[in-house]
T-cell receptor
Framework: DAGVIQSPRHEVTEMGQEVTLRCKPI?????LFWYRQTMMRGLELLIY????????DSGMPEDRFSAKMPNASFSTLKIQPSEPRDSAVYFC??????????FGEGSRLTVL | RKEVEQDPGPFNVPEGATVAFNCTYS??????FFWYRQDCRKEPKLLMS???SGNEDGRFTAQLNRASQYISLLIRDSKLSDSATYLC??????????????FGTGTRLTIIP
């Protein structure tokens, strides 16, 4: 079975540009999570969905960040405009059972 | 106080030794607990759930102490391949009434040959 698939794996962009990160969860999983990881702050939950509906977006840092899940097999996290402090690894994870998350390989974002 | 706290380490341990580390949590109503491991530049992966009665999976033992609000992970007969960062995860009910998972910042373990 394919795991969680994220793209792009690496992105380098300039400040002010729009960034779109993509995620395909494991088929049949009804929870999808977006996390951000930095050395300073560790893993931070940005938002999560249940059955394509956003449940908790309290971790989204500001209005520059938005996330969508138009269907059960696809989600996007968008940053517009991007800033250097957004540089991090962004993980998508999906889950069927409480606490048992399956993570994608992450998208490493560098904003110059 | 942070919701979930871990000693960042690093713990440098000789191969074959036993190592243990703890994770404390601030919410006494926390419901579920897990250990994940994360290899360098890789994604976190579930290692094991932590049950109230404690549980064992091969060389790994996880325990929960609700009175003192911490969970622990014990690794016996450590292997070089155990070198990783170990993240504890605590689930709570958020202010919105939904379940919320919080990751600790991790404890880095290096097994020395």
């Amino acid at each position: 079975d394919a795991g969680v698939i994220q793209s792009p794996r690496h992105e380098v962009t300039e400040m002010g540009q729009e960034v779109t990160l993509r995620c395909k969860p494991i088929s049949g999983h009804d929870y999808l999570f977006w996390y951000r990881q930095t050395m300073m702050r560790g893993l931070e939950l940005l938002i999560y969905f249940n059955n394509n509906v956003p449940i908790d977006d309290s971790g989204m840092p500001e209005d520059r960040f938005s996330a969508k899940m138009p269907n059960a097999s696809f989600s996007t996290l968008k940053i517009q405009p991007s800033e250097p402090r957004d540089s991090a690894v962004y993980f998508c994870a999906s889950s069927l059972v409480r606490g048992e998350l399956f993570f994608g390989e992450g998208s490493r974002l560098t904003v110059l | 106080r942070k919701e979930v706290e871990q000693d960042p380490g690093p713990f440098n341990v000789p191969e074959g030794a036993t190592v243990a580390f703890n994770c404390t949590y601030s919410n006494s109503a926390s419901q579920s607990f897990f250990w994940y491991r994360q290899d360098c530049r890789k994604e976190p992966k579930l290692l094991m759930s932590v049950y109230s009665s404690g549980n064992e999976d091969g060389r790994f033992t996880a325990q929960l102490n609700r009175a003192s609000q911490y969970i622990s992970l014990l690794i016996r007969d450590s292997k070089l391949s155990d070198s990783a960062t170990y993240l504890c995860v605590v689930t709570d009910i958020s202010n919105f009434g939904n379940e919320k998972l919080t990751f600790g910042t991790g404890t880095r373990l290096t097994i020395i040959p």
